[in-house]
């Protein structure tokens, strides 16, 4: 039975989502069609398809009265629009169906794990949250609330967790049948953990235990975890609010945190060895992954931030993309991602130049766009032979978005202070790459209103949404000094 909340925003979708052109949206990172859109949920395989939900407010282009959108794809980029799979219609749940999870069950149906919110009047006047972990059953386009809802409430919490910080599962089906999630929660010294809970069906659930806490050191409450095997290491990721910054690693304010360690379930000890921001850029927050059939493990994110939301184009009736679904691994150590191998499936009329000498700024016939994928190679022309080198992109006389990379302090500049904003928010943002002999490669992937810049082959990646014109297309390549560059470009083109 669809609720009159649910029918309302399917209606209203179907009904104004088509008049926005498809030429004012990205053509291969999805957006709602209109409306607003931040966390993607319950990104997961469903019976042979890639199902994907976000946070989702049909009605405005602002956060309130949170639903679930709903989409499906088969290579990532192509995505199937699905009417909006849950409304706020329940009393546990009335003030918004926060983030959460999804899984197949062994009988067919895909369940549903998510936030279910009610706002609570204290006894001093405040409005204080009560957040529960509710779940909703269904086919892959229809989901029915379970009617023993909510699974998982304060009772569930260890001593001293929060009941008003406690949202955001992510549930996985382990090998043997059973079900795991971990899920926010915020304890006594004010700060961030994670939770970790197993069901035999995925609708009883018990509390296995903390999995790591932030402890004040990385933010506060943290939002949005996931936890996988990878190229045997386990990944912790975390999307902790209020982070103090800490070197070029991590700015202050809502930030993105991967955790690589070891784990032994059997006694669920999560040991950290390593922690590192996941994007460098200044749009990326609450990802998800996916186990892919192949068995990749294939990650999205939120291609914006709650610090730079303000930016928001006044013309636009939607607001929020995803970022490029990208492929992790592990390498030294470290977390690399690359965009999904699909993407090169759409690439189109390749155009190429070899050890161009760059110094004063230079263009090269066939490299412009704004929906590409262009890898650019620089090297010293000879020992000490630049100190800084540009790209410049989406650009004309008015509009330009770059990035500079020095060789001395090894510092990529990411800077769109001119990339059709006039919101006061953050428009740049520094990352320390690792030096290679003065050597960088970038793999620039622009799709109308973003870029995603992958670092020395997805040691890094840095994202920031941008609002050029679409008519600032040129690009520019200009160093102080002189370098040699490759360049490899691909219109990408969804035919
Ligand atoms: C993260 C978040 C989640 C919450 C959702 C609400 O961006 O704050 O913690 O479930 O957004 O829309």
């Not at 602002?62 to 959108?69: I, L």
């Not at 706002?119 to 779940?135: A, K, M």
């Not at 992954?289 to 931030?305: F, P, V």
């Not at 679904?325 to 190429?352: C, D, F």
Request: proline share 6%; glycine share 8%; with cysteine.
């Amino acid at each position: 039975m669809i609720s009159d909340k649910l029918r309302k925003a399917r209606e209203f979708e179907a009904h104004y989502g088509p008049f926005i052109p498809d030429d004012r949206r990205p053509a291969f990172h999805l957006t709602p069609t209109i409306g607003w859109m931040n966390d993607p949920n319950g990104f997961s395989l469903y019976k042979g398809e890639y199902h994907l939900f976000y946070q989702y407010h049909p009605y405005s282009t602002d956060w309130d009265s949170m639903h679930w959108g709903h989409v499906k794809t088969r290579d990532f980029l192509r995505w199937e629009r699905l009417p909006a799979a849950l409304a706020p219609d329940m009393e546990y749940d009335q003030n918004g169906c926060f983030s959460g999870g999804a899984a197949e069950l062994p009988d067919g149906r895909q369940l549903l794990v998510y936030t279910g919110v009610r706002q609570i009047r204290q006894e001093n006047g405040e409005l204080h949250d009560c957040q529960t972990q509710c779940v909703a059953i269904g086919d892959g386009v229809d989901y029915e609330k379970w009617p023993a809802n909510p699974v998982l409430t304060a009772r569930d919490l260890p001593a001293g967790g929060s009941p008003e910080d406690f949202r955001d599962p992510k549930v996985w089906r382990e090998p043997d049948g059973t079900y795991r999630l971990v899920v926010g929660n915020r304890i006594p010294d004010s700060s961030g953990t994670v939770l970790l809970y197993k069901s035999e069906n995925g609708v009883d659930w018990s509390l296995v235990g903390p999995v790591d806490a932030s402890h004040n050191q990385y933010g506060q409450m943290w939002e949005c975890p996931d936890f996988f095997p990878l190229d045997g290491k386990q990944v912790l990721l975390v999307s902790p609010m209020e982070m103090s910054p800490i070197g070029l690693e991590f700015h202050a304010g809502h930030g993105n945190v991967c955790l690589i360690g070891s784990y032994d379930q059997e006694r669920n000890r999560f040991e950290r060895e390593s922690v590192q921001a996941i994007d460098y850029g200044i749009d990326f927050y609450a990802p998800q992954t996916l186990e892919a059939a192949d068995g990749r493990r294939i990650m999205i994110g939120w291609m914006q931030n709650w610090n730079t939301i303000g930016g928001k184009p006044r013309a636009n009736r939607w607001f929020g993309q995803m970022s490029l679904p990208r492929e992790l691994s592990i390498r030294e150590g470290r977390l690399i991602q690359t965009p999904v191998r699909e993407l090169e499936g759409y690439r189109r009329n390749k155009v190429a130049y070899q050890n161009v000498l760059v110094g004063a700024e230079t263009t090269l016939h066939g490299i412009q766009g704004r929906m590409i994928d262009m890898i650019v190679t620089v090297r010293p022309a000879s020992r000490d032979s630049y100190r800084s080198f540009r790209v410049n992109v989406a650009k004309d006389g008015e509009y330009v978005t770059t990035l500079r990379y020095k060789p001395d302090t090894s510092i990529l500049k990411l800077d769109r202070t001119r990339s059709g904003s006039n919101a006061d928010i953050v428009h740049t943002r520094s990352l320390l790459v690792r030096p290679r002999d003065g050597a960088l490669k970038l793999r620039i992937v622009l799709d109308r209103f973003s870029v995603e810049v992958f670092v020395n082959d997805g040691e890094q990646v840095a994202s920031a949404t941008i609002f050029t014109r679409q008519e600032a297309a040129a690009i520019s390549f200009d160093a102080v000094g002189s370098v040699l560059m490759d360049v490899e470009k691909y219109d990408i083109v969804m035919d």
